[in-house]
Protein backbone atom coordinates (compact mmCIF):
# COMPACT_ATOMS: atom_id res chain seq x y z
CA UNK A 1 0.00 0.00 0.00
CA UNK A 2 1.86 3.20 -1.18
CA UNK A 3 2.29 5.76 1.38
CA UNK A 4 -0.05 9.31 0.87
CA UNK A 5 2.89 11.24 2.29
CA UNK A 6 4.56 10.10 -0.70
CA UNK A 7 2.14 10.38 -3.41
CA UNK A 8 2.97 12.97 -5.68
CA UNK A 9 0.78 16.21 -5.21
CA UNK A 10 -0.25 15.33 -1.51
CA UNK A 11 1.13 18.53 -0.32
CA UNK A 12 -0.79 20.53 -2.74
CA UNK A 13 -3.73 19.06 -1.52
CA UNK A 14 -3.51 19.96 2.03
CA UNK A 15 -3.22 23.59 0.58
CA UNK A 16 -6.41 23.12 -1.12
CA UNK A 17 -8.04 21.87 2.09
CA UNK A 18 -7.18 24.36 3.84
CA UNK A 19 -7.92 27.08 1.19
CA UNK A 20 -11.45 25.22 1.07
CA UNK A 21 -11.68 25.49 5.19
CA UNK A 22 -11.20 29.09 5.37
CA UNK A 23 -13.58 29.70 2.69
CA UNK A 24 -16.29 27.66 4.96
CA UNK A 25 -15.47 29.38 7.75
CA UNK A 26 -15.46 32.94 5.95
CA UNK A 27 -18.69 31.99 4.45
CA UNK A 28 -20.22 30.90 8.21
CA UNK A 29 -19.10 34.12 9.31
CA UNK A 30 -21.12 35.78 6.99
CA UNK A 31 -23.93 34.79 9.49
CA UNK A 32 -22.78 33.90 12.48
CA UNK A 33 -20.73 36.22 14.86
CA UNK A 34 -17.95 35.00 16.88
CA UNK A 35 -18.07 31.19 17.88
CA UNK A 36 -14.79 30.57 16.44
CA UNK A 37 -13.95 27.64 18.46
CA UNK A 38 -17.48 26.49 18.43
CA UNK A 39 -17.16 26.50 14.05
CA UNK A 40 -13.89 25.22 14.22
CA UNK A 41 -14.85 22.12 16.35
CA UNK A 42 -17.96 21.79 14.07
CA UNK A 43 -15.46 21.53 10.95
CA UNK A 44 -13.64 18.94 12.76
CA UNK A 45 -16.56 16.92 13.08
CA UNK A 46 -17.80 17.30 9.65
CA UNK A 47 -14.21 16.60 8.18
CA UNK A 48 -13.66 13.80 10.68
CA UNK A 49 -16.58 11.40 9.70
CA UNK A 50 -17.99 12.28 13.08
CA UNK A 51 -21.31 13.61 14.60
CA UNK A 52 -21.39 16.88 16.49
CA UNK A 53 -23.45 17.36 20.15
CA UNK A 54 -23.59 21.02 20.52
CA UNK A 55 -25.04 22.17 24.41
CA UNK A 56 -25.51 25.49 25.32
CA UNK A 57 -28.24 27.96 26.76
CA UNK A 58 -31.14 29.01 24.18
CA UNK A 59 -30.87 31.84 22.08
CA UNK A 60 -26.88 31.59 21.03
CA UNK A 61 -27.26 30.29 17.69
CA UNK A 62 -27.00 26.46 18.01
CA UNK A 63 -29.39 25.64 15.27
CA UNK A 64 -28.75 28.86 13.17
CA UNK A 65 -24.96 27.55 13.24
CA UNK A 66 -26.16 24.34 11.80
CA UNK A 67 -28.55 25.77 9.39
CA UNK A 68 -25.92 28.10 8.27
CA UNK A 69 -23.43 25.18 7.49
CA UNK A 70 -25.89 23.18 5.54
CA UNK A 71 -26.39 26.27 3.30
CA UNK A 72 -23.03 26.13 2.83
CA UNK A 73 -22.59 22.98 1.67
CA UNK A 74 -24.20 21.35 -1.48
CA UNK A 75 -25.76 19.45 0.74
CA UNK A 76 -29.66 17.93 1.66
CA UNK A 77 -30.72 19.35 5.08
CA UNK A 78 -33.08 17.70 7.36
CA UNK A 79 -34.07 19.54 10.82
CA UNK A 80 -35.95 17.28 13.52
CA UNK A 81 -37.95 19.05 15.78
CA UNK A 82 -37.45 16.62 18.92
CA UNK A 83 -40.33 16.68 21.39
CA UNK A 84 -41.60 13.94 23.91
CA UNK A 85 -44.35 12.82 21.67
CA UNK A 86 -42.59 12.19 18.92
CA UNK A 87 -42.45 8.83 17.47
CA UNK A 88 -39.46 6.74 15.21
CA UNK A 89 -41.50 6.44 12.62
CA UNK A 90 -41.42 10.30 12.65
CA UNK A 91 -37.56 10.15 12.10
CA UNK A 92 -37.09 7.44 9.98
CA UNK A 93 -40.45 6.92 8.06
CA UNK A 94 -42.36 4.28 7.11
CA UNK A 95 -43.96 2.22 4.20
CA UNK A 96 -47.23 3.36 2.85
CA UNK A 97 -50.02 1.93 0.33
CA UNK A 98 -49.44 3.07 -2.88
CA UNK A 99 -52.40 2.35 -5.41
CA UNK A 100 -50.79 2.46 -9.30
CA UNK A 101 -52.30 3.80 -12.27
CA UNK A 102 -53.33 -0.16 -13.31
CA UNK A 103 -55.13 -0.02 -9.61
CA UNK A 104 -52.42 -2.50 -8.33
CA UNK A 105 -51.53 -1.85 -4.63
CA UNK A 106 -47.82 -2.11 -2.98
CA UNK A 107 -46.28 -0.68 0.07
CA UNK A 108 -43.51 1.96 -0.52
CA UNK A 109 -41.30 3.14 1.67
CA UNK A 110 -42.20 7.29 2.66
CA UNK A 111 -38.53 8.43 3.73
CA UNK A 112 -38.39 10.35 7.30
CA UNK A 113 -36.05 13.48 7.74
CA UNK A 114 -33.39 11.33 9.08
CA UNK A 115 -32.85 10.24 4.88
CA UNK A 116 -30.82 13.44 4.47
CA UNK A 117 -27.34 14.90 4.69
CA UNK A 118 -27.15 17.03 7.18
CA UNK A 119 -29.62 16.27 10.08
CA UNK A 120 -30.41 18.84 12.60
CA UNK A 121 -31.70 17.15 15.44
CA UNK A 122 -32.96 20.04 17.26
CA UNK A 123 -33.13 19.89 21.50
CA UNK A 124 -32.13 15.74 20.88
CA UNK A 125 -32.99 15.32 24.95
CA UNK A 126 -36.60 16.19 24.92
CA UNK A 127 -37.39 12.86 22.81
CA UNK A 128 -38.26 9.63 24.43
CA UNK A 129 -35.28 7.01 24.84
CA UNK A 130 -37.39 5.44 22.34
CA UNK A 131 -37.21 8.22 19.81
CA UNK A 132 -33.92 8.59 20.58
CA UNK A 133 -32.68 5.11 19.92
CA UNK A 134 -34.13 5.44 16.27
CA UNK A 135 -30.83 7.46 15.42
CA UNK A 136 -28.53 4.71 17.25
CA UNK A 137 -27.88 2.98 13.97
CA UNK A 138 -28.08 5.85 11.40
CA UNK A 139 -25.58 7.75 13.66
CA UNK A 140 -23.14 4.31 13.52
CA UNK A 141 -24.42 2.68 10.26
CA UNK A 142 -25.19 5.50 8.27
CA UNK A 143 -27.95 3.27 7.51
CA UNK A 144 -31.16 2.24 9.36
CA UNK A 145 -33.60 -0.70 9.09
CA UNK A 146 -37.37 -0.40 8.49
CA UNK A 147 -39.59 -3.39 8.21
CA UNK A 148 -37.09 -5.75 7.90
CA UNK A 149 -35.49 -3.65 5.27
CA UNK A 150 -32.33 -1.69 5.40
CA UNK A 151 -32.13 1.62 3.82
CA UNK A 152 -28.52 3.31 3.12
CA UNK A 153 -27.85 6.75 3.85
CA UNK A 154 -26.76 8.79 1.42
CA UNK A 155 -23.00 10.20 2.27
CA UNK A 156 -21.75 11.85 3.15
CA UNK A 157 -24.32 11.93 6.32
CA UNK A 158 -23.68 13.89 9.28
CA UNK A 159 -26.16 14.80 12.43
CA UNK A 160 -26.04 18.06 14.64
CA UNK A 161 -27.75 18.14 17.80
CA UNK A 162 -28.31 20.22 20.13
CA UNK A 163 -29.80 20.17 23.92
CA UNK A 164 -30.58 22.52 26.26
CA UNK A 165 -28.48 22.24 29.67
CA UNK A 166 -30.28 24.47 31.56
CA UNK A 167 -33.88 22.63 31.23
CA UNK A 168 -34.95 19.37 33.56
CA UNK A 169 -38.66 18.95 33.01
CA UNK A 170 -39.91 17.27 29.82
CA UNK A 171 -36.12 16.24 28.99
CA UNK A 172 -34.62 12.67 29.00
CA UNK A 173 -30.75 12.74 29.46
CA UNK A 174 -29.07 10.78 26.56
CA UNK A 175 -27.59 7.41 27.18
CA UNK A 176 -24.29 6.68 27.32
CA UNK A 177 -24.11 4.44 24.32
CA UNK A 178 -25.52 7.18 22.19
CA UNK A 179 -23.38 9.98 23.45
CA UNK A 180 -20.34 7.61 23.13
CA UNK A 181 -21.94 7.64 18.99
CA UNK A 182 -21.06 11.71 19.18
CA UNK A 183 -17.20 12.40 17.53
CA UNK A 184 -17.44 15.73 19.88
CA UNK A 185 -19.30 17.32 22.32
CA UNK A 186 -18.63 20.98 22.19
CA UNK A 187 -20.46 23.68 24.85
CA UNK A 188 -21.18 26.82 23.34
CA UNK A 189 -20.57 30.03 25.30
CA UNK A 190 -21.79 33.36 25.70
CA UNK A 191 -21.12 36.36 23.22
CA UNK A 192 -18.93 38.49 24.29
CA UNK A 193 -20.60 42.50 24.49
CA UNK A 194 -18.62 43.32 21.09
CA UNK A 195 -20.09 40.12 19.50
CA UNK A 196 -23.92 40.71 21.14
CA UNK A 197 -23.85 44.30 19.91
CA UNK A 198 -22.81 42.90 16.21
CA UNK A 199 -25.66 40.67 16.38
CA UNK A 200 -28.05 43.16 17.22
CA UNK A 201 -26.67 45.18 14.24
CA UNK A 202 -27.07 41.99 11.85
CA UNK A 203 -30.27 40.78 13.59
CA UNK A 204 -32.62 43.85 13.54
CA UNK A 205 -31.85 45.66 10.49
CA UNK A 206 -32.33 44.13 6.58
CA UNK A 207 -31.56 40.79 6.06
CA UNK A 208 -28.34 40.35 5.05
CA UNK A 209 -29.55 37.14 2.44
CA UNK A 210 -28.00 33.71 2.67
CA UNK A 211 -24.60 32.85 2.93
CA UNK A 212 -22.34 31.49 -0.53
CA UNK A 213 -22.32 28.56 -1.09
CA UNK A 214 -18.42 26.92 -1.05
CA UNK A 215 -17.97 23.70 -0.82
CA UNK A 216 -19.38 21.06 -3.23
CA UNK A 217 -20.48 17.21 -2.01
CA UNK A 218 -17.69 15.73 -3.90
CA UNK A 219 -15.10 18.48 -2.49
CA UNK A 220 -16.39 17.66 0.94
CA UNK A 221 -15.98 13.88 0.59
CA UNK A 222 -12.61 14.26 -1.15
CA UNK A 223 -11.72 15.93 2.28
CA UNK A 224 -12.91 13.29 4.43
CA UNK A 225 -10.92 10.83 2.39
CA UNK A 226 -7.99 13.17 2.43
CA UNK A 227 -8.35 13.58 6.40
CA UNK A 228 -7.50 9.94 6.81
CA UNK A 229 -4.58 10.41 5.20
CA UNK A 230 -3.17 12.95 7.47
CA UNK A 231 0.02 11.04 9.58
CA UNK A 232 -0.06 10.38 13.13
CA UNK A 233 3.30 9.39 14.46
CA UNK A 234 3.46 6.03 16.66
CA UNK A 235 4.59 8.36 19.93
CA UNK A 236 1.41 10.45 19.59
CA UNK A 237 -0.69 7.73 18.59
CA UNK A 238 0.56 6.32 22.06
CA UNK A 239 0.29 9.58 23.71
CA UNK A 240 -3.69 9.87 22.93
CA UNK A 241 -3.56 5.93 24.01
CA UNK A 242 -2.26 7.12 27.41
CA UNK A 243 -4.87 9.98 28.11
CA UNK A 244 -7.59 7.16 27.35
CA UNK A 245 -6.37 5.20 29.80
CA UNK A 246 -5.62 7.67 32.18
CA UNK A 247 -9.36 8.39 32.15
CA UNK A 248 -10.16 5.14 33.70
CA UNK A 249 -9.80 5.31 37.37
CA UNK A 250 -8.90 1.70 37.74
CA UNK A 251 -5.77 2.33 35.65
CA UNK A 252 -2.55 2.71 37.29
CA UNK A 253 -1.07 6.22 37.09
CA UNK A 254 -4.40 7.72 36.63
CA UNK A 255 -4.33 11.62 38.36
CA UNK A 256 -5.91 11.67 41.89
CA UNK A 257 -8.76 13.46 40.29
CA UNK A 258 -9.44 10.60 38.35
CA UNK A 259 -9.49 7.96 40.55
CA UNK A 260 -11.84 10.33 42.94
CA UNK A 261 -14.58 11.70 40.49
CA UNK A 262 -14.64 9.10 37.93
CA UNK A 263 -16.74 5.94 37.67
CA UNK A 264 -15.67 4.81 33.97
CA UNK A 265 -13.66 6.45 31.49
CA UNK A 266 -13.36 6.50 27.90
CA UNK A 267 -13.12 4.16 25.58
CA UNK A 268 -11.72 2.41 22.04
CA UNK A 269 -14.04 5.06 20.15
CA UNK A 270 -13.34 7.72 22.56
CA UNK A 271 -9.39 6.98 21.81
CA UNK A 272 -10.90 6.47 17.92
CA UNK A 273 -12.51 10.25 17.79
CA UNK A 274 -9.35 11.66 20.06
CA UNK A 275 -7.19 10.53 16.33
CA UNK A 276 -9.86 11.39 14.12
CA UNK A 277 -10.07 14.87 15.78
CA UNK A 278 -6.48 15.58 15.69
CA UNK A 279 -6.23 14.16 12.04
CA UNK A 280 -9.05 17.39 11.13
CA UNK A 281 -7.19 20.11 13.08
CA UNK A 282 -3.89 19.11 10.92
CA UNK A 283 -5.75 19.05 7.93
CA UNK A 284 -6.99 22.42 8.41
CA UNK A 285 -4.01 24.14 8.99
CA UNK A 286 -2.74 22.27 6.20
CA UNK A 287 -0.26 19.90 7.82
CA UNK A 288 0.32 16.52 6.53
CA UNK A 289 1.20 15.05 10.48
CA UNK A 290 -0.69 15.28 13.89
CA UNK A 291 1.45 16.96 16.22
CA UNK A 292 0.57 16.43 20.14
CA UNK A 293 -0.61 19.60 20.54
CA UNK A 294 -3.58 18.73 17.70
CA UNK A 295 -4.40 16.00 20.15
CA UNK A 296 -4.35 17.96 23.73
CA UNK A 297 -6.36 21.00 21.71
CA UNK A 298 -9.64 18.56 20.94
CA UNK A 299 -8.77 16.48 24.68
CA UNK A 300 -11.99 18.32 25.94
CA UNK A 301 -14.74 18.25 23.30
CA UNK A 302 -13.39 14.42 22.90
CA UNK A 303 -13.87 13.23 26.39
CA UNK A 304 -16.48 15.48 27.84
CA UNK A 305 -19.42 13.23 27.43
CA UNK A 306 -17.45 9.95 27.39
CA UNK A 307 -16.48 10.43 31.44
CA UNK A 308 -18.81 9.29 33.85
CA UNK A 309 -18.17 10.60 37.39
CA UNK A 310 -19.04 8.92 40.12
CA UNK A 311 -21.18 9.70 43.08
CA UNK A 312 -18.26 11.57 44.73
CA UNK A 313 -17.54 13.53 41.75
CA UNK A 314 -21.24 14.59 41.08
CA UNK A 315 -22.17 15.58 44.84
CA UNK A 316 -18.55 17.66 44.98
CA UNK A 317 -20.01 19.10 41.56
CA UNK A 318 -17.20 18.58 39.51
CA UNK A 319 -17.13 18.47 36.25
CA UNK A 320 -15.56 16.78 33.43
CA UNK A 321 -13.93 19.48 31.44
CA UNK A 322 -11.29 20.17 34.62
CA UNK A 323 -11.34 16.39 34.45
CA UNK A 324 -9.54 16.33 31.25
CA UNK A 325 -7.24 19.53 32.29
CA UNK A 326 -6.10 17.18 34.98
CA UNK A 327 -5.33 14.27 32.56
CA UNK A 328 -3.45 16.62 29.86
CA UNK A 329 -1.30 18.40 32.75
CA UNK A 330 -0.47 14.92 33.94
CA UNK A 331 0.08 12.46 31.49
CA UNK A 332 3.59 13.57 29.62
CA UNK A 333 3.85 13.55 25.68
CA UNK A 334 6.90 11.10 25.83
CA UNK A 335 6.77 7.80 28.79
CA UNK A 336 8.98 8.34 31.48
CA UNK A 337 11.91 6.22 29.90
CA UNK A 338 11.63 8.00 26.74
CA UNK A 339 12.96 11.00 28.65
CA UNK A 340 15.03 8.87 30.36
CA UNK A 341 17.25 7.41 27.64
CA UNK A 342 17.28 10.90 25.85
CA UNK A 343 18.91 12.85 29.00
CA UNK A 344 21.54 10.02 29.16
Given at each position: ????????????????????????????????????????????????????????????????????????????????????????????????????????????????????????????????????????????????????????????????????????????????????????????????????????????????????????????????????????????????????????????????????????????????????????????????????????????????????????????????????AALIEAIPTRPGPVDQALAR
Amino acid sequence: MTDPLERPGFQAELDLARTASQKLRDAIGHTIVGQGDVVDQVLFGLLGGGHVLLEGAPGLGKTLLVRTLAQCLELKFSRIQFTPDLMPSDVLGTNVLVTAEGGARHFALHKGPIFGQVILADEINRATPKTQSALLEAMQEHACTIAGQRHAMEEPFFVLATENPIEMEGTYPLPEAQLDRFLLKVIVPSPTEDEMTEILARTTGRDGGAPPRVIARDELLALRALCRDVAVAEPVMRYASRLVRASDPTTEGAPELVKRAVRYGAGVRGAQSLVLAAKAVALLDGRAHVAFADVQRVAKPVLRHRIIRSFEGEADGIATDPIVAALIEAIPTRPGPVDQALAR
